[in-house]
């Protein structure tokens, strides 16, 4: 049974949606009874996903960094669904590196990914939804956007310039439409897990008041949230949950 009535139709793209916080924020809002599109690069993934998940409306294989790719990805939305109310711009990646180490390759594709890629994405939501003078733009950003982390300039770059990306659109593109910003700190995700040893994870739990990782599951939890009615005078956030981590 949905929790917001409010989102039941609702035409969803989830980018980075074939695992993670995508795939859970994507799951979620199937239950809420969207209509619920996901774009990953990974194609054996993304089939897996659609076969498994038969409430998703579709998954298209789109690589955020490329602008063809996601001019082609938004134009089979509009095939499967319609168009778009919601878009979740989720996709990005993380490599572990001191700055000193971290090349000029690894740096712009960071970048491309995290940033460039969430400004296409929504260059392309924000068409279709000023047509309709309706829709929500969410993000996800980082408390690595909001604080330094060593090992991470590029991905902590990347993630503040989504956070000014977000309140830059909510401002232009208000009253009618609504941008927000969602920080997780540490989440157990297959991405985190490639990342971290078992030593690493106790460690860095231990400095989280909670003691804990968040689960995509809680990240999808304020998306849904967010994207919903219960949210419609919060925009131009950008909302940290991350167990305390910040404070």
Not at 158 to 164: E, P
Not at 187 to 195: D, H, S
Request: charged content about 25%; aromatic content about 8%; proline content about 3%.
């Amino acid at each position: 049974m949905a929790r917001y009535e409010d989102l039941v139709g609702k035409r969803v793209v989830v980018t980075g949606g074939a695992s993670g916080i995508g795939l859970a924020t994507a799951k979620r809002f199937a239950k809420e009874g969207s209509k619920v599109v996901i774009f990953d690069i990974n194609e054996k993934a993304l089939d897996d996903v659609i076969s498994n998940n038969p409430d998703l409306a579709g998954g298209v294989v789109v690589d955020v960094s490329k602008e063809e790719s996601v001019i082609k990805g938004f134009e089979k939305v509009d095939k499967l669904i319609d168009g778009i109310d919601v878009l979740i711009s989720n996709a990005g990646i993380s490599v572990r590196n001191l700055f000193k180490d971290i090349t000029y390759e690894q740096w712009k594709k960071v970048l491309d990914i995290n940033l460039n890629g969430m400004y296409l994405c929504a260059r392309e939501a924000l068409k279709r939804m000023s047509e309709q003078k309706s829709g929500v733009v969410l993000f996800t950003a980082s408390t690595n956007g909001m604080e330094a982390h060593p090992y991470y300039a590029d991905y902590n770059a990347s993630k503040a310039g989504v956070i000014l990306l977000g309140r830059t659109l909510a401002l232009e593109y208000a009253p009618y439409i609504r941008v927000n910003s969602i920080c997780p700190g540490y989440v157990l995700t297959p991405m985190q897990r490639a990342e971290y040893t078992d030593e690493m994870l106790e460690q860095v739990n231990e400095g989280i008041p909670m003691k804990r990782h968040a689960t995509p599951e809680e990240v999808a939890s304020l998306f849904v949230f967010l994207a919903s009615d219960e949210a419609s005078y919060i925009t131009g956030q950008h909302i940290p949950i991350d167990g305390g981590e910040t404070a």
